[in-house]
T-cell receptor, first 112, second 114 residues
Framework: DAMVIQNPRYQVTQFGKPVTLSCSQT?????MYWYQQKSSQAPKLLFH???????NEADTPDNFQSRRPNTSFCFLDIRSPGLGDAAMYLC???????????FGPGTRLLVL | AQTVTQSQPEMSVQEAETVTLSCTYD???????LFWYKQPPSRQMILVIR??????QNATENRFSVNFQKAAKSFSLKISDSQLGDTAMYFC???????????FGGGTRLMVKP
């Protein structure tokens, strides 16, 4: 089945230790998104890619970076995680800009 | 700027009954899309229903329907014949026609009781 896959589902890292979360999709969608969702809050868009074009939200901290080496994969890099970065990170895709977004299961990040 | 407000942080309903979740929004755009997403505990967020603002007819998907009142900027979700599997956090979201960003409401936690 075509889907959005996120690995790992749970990630533990240490304060200040770089961590990478991954997302892959078999939908062949052009757009991929990363959201941060803190406990009992709504998801907040960090950035998105249209193909290889990167679009950063204005209030996304510099600590968060992203890479999209090809259509199928997109990575979220947190350079120096702080305790406040503990959250669920959701990847989503859409076929084209402005179309319905389909979400992966998320990666829950714990920072010790 | 666009905003989405869900005024009910938590709701409960008895199995087989009907429940309505409220959502209001604000946008300066005339063309936009509205969505309800469901996020079950520890499971992924899935799309429940979507509505295009230029369509007057309310969207329906099986037991899920919306009451879209454009003038009032209201977009409520009605769940009929509630099932235990409907227990989840429900998010209302808005996207402008030209944009990629989904603006989410704060969510409503729905508990379906047996």
């Amino acid at each position: 089945d075509a889907m959005v896959i996120q690995n790992p589902r749970y990630q533990v890292t240490q304060f200040g230790k770089p961590v990478t979360l991954s997302c892959s999709q078999t939908l062949n969608h052009n757009v991929m998104y990363w959201y941060q969702q803190k406990s009992s809050q709504a998801p907040k868009l960090l950035f998105h890619y249209y193909d290889k074009d990167f679009n950063n939200e204005a209030d996304t901290p510099d600590n968060f970076q992203s890479r999209r080496p090809n259509t199928s994969f997109c990575f979220l890099d947190i350079r120096s995680p702080g305790l406040g970065d503990a959250a669920m990170y959701l990847c989503a895709t859409s076929r084209e800009s402005g179309e319905t977004q389909y979400f992966g299961p998320g990666t829950r990040l714990l920072v010790l | 700027a666009q905003t989405v407000t869900q005024s009910q942080p938590e709701m409960s309903v008895q199995e087989a009954e009907t429940v309505t979740l409220s959502c209001t929004y604000d946008t300066s755009e005339n063309n936009y899309y509205l969505f309800w997403y469901k996020q079950p505990p520890s499971r992924q967020m899935i799309l429940v229903i979507r509505q295009e603002a230029y369509k007057q007819q309310n969207a329906t998907e099986n037991r899920f329907s919306v009451n879209f009142q454009k003038a009032a900027k209201s977009f409520s979700l009605k769940i009929s014949d509630s099932q235990l599997g409907d227990t989840a956090m429900y998010f209302c979201a808005l996207r402008n026609n030209a944009g990629n960003m989904l603006t989410f409401g704060g969510g409503t936690r729905l508990m379906v009781k047996p």
